[in-house]
């Protein structure tokens, strides 16, 4: 199908399109509510879900160095940069903070999207979103004390449940309608990645939408310091893959792993902990659009590599 071609090959410039309506109109994407944003999300893993094998388990549960690797890299590398870029761009108190909760949270969901679109190494992306987002609770509040100075609290149980709604649940129902109905599946491999990246879409509409006022306010810093951050976290992370001498589908899984964060999570975290600090939501919501973008040019950067 032409639309699907076109969905999967313009990824990047759709999102980008969205995100500027989103922000001119933000009326246009209000209809999405952020409330709606974690079933978007378990939309996505579902498609995830359906793609994946049994041997794609048995390659991460026999290679836990590899998720070892991965999660090690988004706790530190991530946090570390954040930091050091609120430092060198001399950011005002709000958005330093803002950044940092960004570094300090997990791998984002759509990590898992663009890693299936770049032909990484799907299984092992889903693994190191699983175990970061399971040390969380504990790791996030101890970096952004660490790095920021205070102690962001985060509901171990709501956490936990956000994982089972989110991540293992649609993956499970996925695999389990792959297991039930491969013939269907088969047929389906093609469009799911297209449905994907139209879910992104979404997600990026609502969140921009939900920000468009305090992103006009900040100017352009903001974005500068989030494209370093992010583009940042893709090279360092491909880099430490290749340090461990991992293949290249591994390599690029790791590296999107570690540039492409929940930045969701980073949001609802200022808006609980630092809502006094009005702009410490916008460098998450800004992040929640650009790794997008990002991601889409580096799946097709990694293809063309692969090639």
């Given at each position: ?42 939309v996505i893993m579902l498609c995830m879900g359906i793609t994946l094998h049994p041997a794609d388990f048995k ?249």
């Amino acid at each position: 199908m032409k639309i699907v071609s076109y969905i999967k090959k313009y990824m990047a410039v759709i999102v980008l399109a969205v995100a500027v309506v989103a922000f001119v109109e933000p009326v246009s994407f209000q209809w999405v509510r952020t409330n709606y944003i974690n079933w978007l999300l378990g939309v996505i893993m579902l498609c995830m879900g359906i793609t994946l094998h049994p041997a794609d388990f048995k390659v991460v549960f026999s290679h836990p160095k590899n998720v070892c690797v991965g999660c090690l890299a988004q706790f530190t590398i991530m946090p570390l940069l954040a930091w050091t870029l609120t430092k060198v761009f001399s950011l005002p108190q709000d958005l330093a903070i803002g950044v940092i909760l960004v570094g300090c949270c997990p791998g984002g969901t759509a990590s898992n999207v663009i890693t299936y679109l770049a032909k990484g190494d799907l299984a092992l992306s889903v693994g190191m979103t699983a175990v970061s987002t399971v040390l969380a609770p504990v790791l996030t509040p101890l970096l952004c004390w660490f790095f920021a100075g205070a102690v962001v609290n985060v509901n171990v149980v709501n956490m936990f449940l956000s994982i089972v709604q989110v991540v293992i649940l649609p993956i499970v129902v996925g695999f389990g309608i792959q297991r039930l109905f491969p013939k269907f599946t088969e047929k389906m491999a093609d469009i799911l990645p297209a449905l994907s990246s139209i879910v992104i879409a979404l997600i990026v509409g609502s969140v921009v939408s939900a920000n468009a006022a305090q992103l006009q306010a900040v100017g352009i810093l903001v974005f500068v310091v989030v494209a370093l951050h992010n583009l940042c976290g893709f090279a360092l992370g491909y880099g430490i893959g290749r340090l461990m001498r991992m293949p290249h589908d591994k390599c690029v899984a790791v590296s999107i792993e570690v540039g492409m964060q929940n930045s969701g999570l980073a949001c609802a975290l200022a808006q609980q902990h630092f809502s006094v600090l009005q702009a410490a939501t916008v460098p998450g919501a800004v992040f929640s659009v650009w790794h997008n973008i990002a991601g889409a040019i580096m799946a097709k950067v990694y293809n063309l590599r692969k090639k």
